[in-house]
């Protein structure tokens, strides 16, 4: 379950106390809360990237690939908050793209 990440002052911490991790496709800012609590997620997508209905289907795939994620990784992907970033406007992106690339940043991390 994934709950959203709302509040300034969330978002301020990740900036302040969490870590950052830069792929070609996106950044993903992260920060640990405690154990054994729910995830909390907010997505952002630059509106370079193109019109209101890629980017929010660009945060329907990232939501979804965090869903993935929690399903096959339950025990130790636990007690986060994510925030990602997509801001590359060069290339068009479908699931598989976003599902990978987080999945490759969440395990540079040692997340996952």
Not at 58 to 64: D, G, L
Not at 77 to 94: A, C, H, M, P
């Amino acid at each position: 379950m994934i709950e959203r990440l709302r509040s300034q002052k969330d978002f301020q911490l990740i900036f302040k106390d969490g870590k950052r991790i830069k792929e070609e496709i996106l950044t993903i800012y992260y920060r640990k809360r405690r154990e054994n609590t729910l995830n909390r997620l907010a997505v952002s997508v630059s509106s370079k990237v193109g019109k209101a209905v890629y980017r929010n289907k660009i945060k329907r795939w990232t939501r979804e690939s965090i869903r993935y994620i929690e399903k096959s990784f339950n025990e130790k992907f636990r007690g986060y908050d994510i925030l990602v970033s997509v801001r590359n406007k060069n290339v068009k992106y479908n699931f598989n793209d976003i599902k990978n690339s987080v999945v490759r940043s969440l395990k540079t991390a040692n997340i996952i």
